[in-house]
């Protein structure tokens, strides 16, 4: 007989845990074994004893903690199927932001997946979504709700290059998650054919470096001299969230205030950061790609993280899929974390 | 659709009006005709279309989404309109809609053979994401983005639905009925993305509400030609959308059209603010004086069109027609010509405060029982053209011999003139603006707001010239109110705390405690504001959005004196008090908290205003 779901994988304080093959994924505070999705700080945190990843979310760890981040470190191979304990466990591309995975976990006949955030919308810095079929499928719901339909990422960064031309005096300020936004971006410019240097605030460089370093081309990036900001008119520069609207951008000229997020899709949250700008670009799944994914995996179960969970929960049931909300702790919205992270970063370069 | 959509949508955060207009100019240049002229109408009110009710937007969403995906979601957005844009279901975005009646609704005998139904519509649009390496699934093939995909369904063969122009929205709504505007409404939205039927809704609602007003749009177009606004403006009234003549003319192309309107809107002439040291430049005897009346700004124009019937019109000062607003006035203007004067409430000879004038504005219905309770009244200042007479030209001396002649041969109670305020030197005028109750203006005193200054000689000319007309205010209202929130500005300032709330004491249930009576964003210097930015962040208690709560106490906190030009009762203020114009006039760093204003301070100020006649039913039950 097949072993009960939750046998497989139980949630405790410090996450979901496997204890089959007594490990942690994604945990919140320090455990013995971490299996990690992605490098975006709510999932990876510093001072585990053992860490297993991809190797560029190992990178990302190491450039955001220092190299000594956890007592031991193991790559994990995309598709590759290893045993841990009891369990077999496989990482495959989740889409979300570079060296972003999924985990597959499986014993006694019944599969598991752990999807961490996912998108399944195109991205030119890190590899597609691959569809794992499995019995429960753990899935976010950061933007579950049937008004968040991200639209084409092309006709958003048009609208911001068309605003550039507009406004050739203006500087446009945009911000971006340090961690996969900020290079999505710049590399969906480089695809429009924006070929002028693209400015980064200092809380950016040594991640575009990283990205840089994986091959991901992002043309010029240089980093903003703070003496030289009020040259900027006519510039594009990417900054974290938290800085569109801090003393930090006040130097620009006239600067338009843009920022690129799924929150965006709604009126009164982008009014509420004082955005002029918003660009609908999201490195997590629509509604419909939430329900498509769910349908694709053919998982009878379906578990849900975090973000909005009624909702997606509410679909799952009324499509005949047995759904339940984790309510999880420590998992931001889109960034929050990652605000955190950027501003601890900046606050070191306060220049 | 699509660029007019773009449009909307960029300007409703845009916060700057030179920016605004930036924009507005970009779409006129770079749209054709028709469709830039149907835009203009739309943001000039010009629309002559039946509106649709936001119910019948709520009705199409509802057949078309699961109620309770709907209920979340617009408890989520907050906003009906764009709910039902980011929420419709387009082809290709089944996953909204409501169960199927087969499946029972929630989780009750659910079938394999539906769940398959399901998989295969929603696997259907395209994919980026690799193949599924089970065998037997579908698969995605298509190489496109999801976006893309979404426009065709799966079993939607049909080609993409034709996404209609702005020209075709405004047409067909102007031609169809009640009963086929649901389904028109709908295939438009089916086919508009959500931008789209973000701005679509917007349109068929009449609720634009993007921060751009009729004269900014006029504004625009002008600008397009290099032309200045006012000539757009002269000629504005004889014009109907979609204005083809009007971009031809600015655009060089074309004949200015001609003004067909025998009633039209001319530009009025407007006044600067008189400073302190402007009196020894200025001559008291080359001046007259006037009241300067607490009311609204109106120009009213008389014709007759070719048919030789009466053409009558009330335009507001920006030149919007506001004549449905007030039949009782235009029925008064029983003369030839253009006056300029300001609209009052008079009941029994005696001007109303601002607060009840505010009550005859803005209503959608002008009923019988409105117009008897708040008598609209105008009173003059000046005359403009007299038949076909042109008499800007004039000095203004001569001019005001025309107008109260022609006040005279009305002999109408709704209109009379605006008396002139004797002075023989500047003291003499400033002991009336300080007493006005005693020089003349008797109990109408509460409706005056100062004087205006007029030259005796100068001509009528469109905009605010320099050296002619001045408004010498009545000194405001100050009261020293403590700090309490600080919120973020907009554009330019949106990196300041810029927009302070502030409140004076009242008793409260647990001893004195502040309590929020206004909010400012101007009146400081640019240094200033570097200032109280810091103080804000240095003394920040809570924070709420872009708002933060600061340190307020008896014995803490920041006196700011405010200044405002007069109060009105609100259900909306905690205080039950709202401001008009409040400004910060300056900063106490000085004064301690304890010492700011109290509540009563503010009472009594009301109570001044308040002065009014009560109409009839509160009149009947005083008589008895």
Redesign the interface.
């Known amino acids: 007989m097949a072993l009960r779901s939750t046998d497989i994988l139980t949630q405790t304080p410090q996450g979901l845990y496997c204890p089959l093959g007594d490990f942690h994924i994604d945990p919140v505070r320090p455990v013995k074994r971490a299996l990690i999705t992605h490098g975006h700080s709510d999932h990876a945190r510093a001072g585990h004893s053992s860490v297993m990843a991809t190797r560029e979310t190992l990178r990302i760890m190491g450039v955001r903690y220092g190299e000594d981040f956890a007592g031991s470190t193991q790559e994990a191979l995309l598709r590759e199927t290893v045993r841990i304990g009891d369990v077999s466990v496989r990482f495959s ?1 989740a ?1 979300h932001v570079l060296g972003s995975a999924q985990i597959a976990i499986e014993a006694g006949g019944t599969r598991i997946v752990v999807s961490g955030d996912y998108k ?3 991205d030119p810095t890190c590899l ?6 499995c019995d429960v499928f753990i899935t976010e719901a950061t933007f579950g ?9 092309r006709q958003e960064v048009k ?1 911001l290059l068309d ?1 550039v031309e ?2 050739p005096d203006r500087a446009h300020i945009v911000g971006a998650y340090a961690l996969g936004k900020a290079q999505r971006v710049m590399a969906l410019l480089r695809e429009e054919g924006y070929d002028k240097p693209i400015h980064l605030h200092g809380a950016m460089e040594r991640l575009t470096e990283l990205y840089k370093s994986e091959g991901i081309p992002l043309g010029d990036t240089p980093k903003v001299v703070a003496a030289e900001r009020s040259k900027l008119a006519g510039a594009i520069v990417i900054c974290p969230p938290s800085s569109i ?3 930090w ?2 130097r620009f000229p ?1 600067p338009v ?1 843009c920022f690129a997020s799924g929150w965006m ?4 949250r ?9 660009l609908v670009i999201s490195d997590h799944s629509d ?3 939430l ?2 994914t769910i ?2 995996t ?1 998982a009878g179960e379906v578990w849900v993280t975090h973000g ?1 969970e ?2 997606l929960v ?2 799952c ?6 759904a339940r909300p984790l309510h999880m702790l420590g998992y931001g919205d889109e960034g929050e974390a990652e605000e955190t992270a950027a501003a601890s970063a900046e606050a070191g370069d306060a220049a | 659709m699509n660029r007019f959509a773009a449009l909307l949508d960029r300007l409703g955060y845009e916060p700057r009006r030179n920016a605004k207009l930036r924009l507005l100019v970009d779409y006129f240049r770079h749209t054709p005709d028709p469709d830039r002229g149907y835009a203009l109408a739309a943001m000039t009110g010009a629309l002559m279309f039946k509106e649709a009710k936001p119910g019948l937007i709520r009705g199409l969403v509802e057949e078309r989404t699961d109620p309770e995906l709907f209920r979340m979601s617009y408890h989520y957005v907050g906003d009906l309109a764009e709910t039902v844009a980011l929420i419709w279901p387009a082809p290709g975005h089944e996953s909204v809609a409501p169960p199927s009646p087969l499946r029972g609704g929630v989780g009750v005998g659910v079938g394999k053979q539906e769940r398959g139904a399901d998989n295969a519509v929603a696997s259907g649009p395209a994919s980026t994401s690799q193949s599924s390496p089970l065998p037997g699934r579908t698969t995605p093939t298509s190489n496109s983005s999801p976006q893309e995909g979404g426009e065709i369904g799966p079993g939607h063969n049909n080609p993409p639905p034709h996404v209609p122009t702005l020209s075709e929205v405004i047409e067909t709504l102007a031609t169809t009925g009640k009963s086929d505007l649901p389904a028109r409404i709908a295939a438009w939205m089916d086919a508009l993305d959500e931008t789209g039927r973000w701005a679509l809704i917007k349109l068929v609602t009449r609720e634009l509400r993007v921060g751009v007003s009729a004269r900014l749009a006029k504004t625009a177009v002008a600008q397009l030609g290099g032309m200045e606004p006012d000539e757009v403006e002269l000629i504005w009234h004889g014009l109907e959308a979609p204005y083809e003549d009007l971009f031809a003319w600015v655009e060089g192309r074309g004949e200015r059209p001609e003004s067909g309107n025998p009633a039209p809107f001319r530009p009025p002439m407007l006044s600067h603010p008189l400073e302190d040291e402007d009196f020894a430049k200025l001559e008291a005897s080359d001046f007259l004086a006037e009241w300067k009346w607490d009311g609204i700004r109106l120009q009213a124009a008389a014709g007759h069109g070719s048919d030789e019937r009466p053409v009558r019109r009330i335009y507001s000062r920006t030149g919007e027609d506001v004549s449905r607003a007030f039949p009782d006035l235009v029925e008064a203007l029983d003369f030839e010509g253009a006056i300029d004067g300001e609209l009052l409430i008079v009941r029994e000879g005696r001007v109303q405060s601002f607060n009840v004038l505010q009550q005859r504005l803005n209503r959608k219905a002008v009923t019988p029982k409105l117009i008897a309770e708040f008598p609209a009244h105008l009173r003059v200042y000046d005359i403009l053209f007299e038949g076909e007479e042109d008499l800007r030209p004039l000095p203004f001396a001569e001019r005001r011999k025309r107008l109260e002649a022609l006040v005279t041969r009305l002999d109408d109670p709704r209109i009379d003139l605006s008396p002139m305020v004797p002075f023989a030197s500047w003291e003499d005028l400033a002991a009336a603006r300080a007493d006005p109750a005693s020089l003349g203006a008797g109990p109408d005193a509460d409706a005056i707001e100062g004087c205006m200054i007029k030259r005796a000689s100068s001509p009528y000319l469109p905009g605010r010239p320099k050296g002619y007309w001045y408004k010498w205010k009545r000194d405001p209202y100050l009261v020293d109110a403590v700090m309490m929130y600080g919120q973020r500005g907009h554009g330019k300032r949106s990196s300041f705390y810029s927009d302070y709330t502030f409140g004076v004491w009242r008793d409260g249930p647990d001893g004195e405690e502040l309590v929020p009576v206004g909010k400012a964003y101007h009146g400081f210097t640019d240094e200033e504001l570097l200032k109280l930015d810091r103080y804000v962040r240095n003394h920040t208690v809570k924070r709420f959005g872009p708002v933060r709560e600061v340190e307020y106490g008896k014995d803490r906190g920041l006196v700011l004196e405010v200044a405002f030009e007069g109060l009105q009762r609100s259900t909306r203020h905690k205080s039950g008090v709202a401001m008009r114009f409040p400004r910060i006039s300056r900063i106490r760093w000085d004064k301690p908290a304890a010492e700011a204003d109290r509540i009563e301070t503010l009472e009594k100020i009301l109570e001044r205003g308040e002065k009014e006649i009560h109409p009839l039913k509160d009149r009947e039950a005083n008589e008895a």
């Open positions: 591309p889409g399944r919308a195109e597609p979504y691959e569809v794992v079929p709700l049937p008004v968040f339909r991200h639209p084409d990422t609208k605003s507009l406004f609207q801090d003393l951008s006040r006239d205030t899709r709604v009126r009164a982008a009014r509420q950061k004082g955005v002029e700008l918003p509604w419909d790609d329900c498509r349908l694709e053919g909005q009624d909702a509410h679909w049931t009324t499509h005949g899929i047995r």
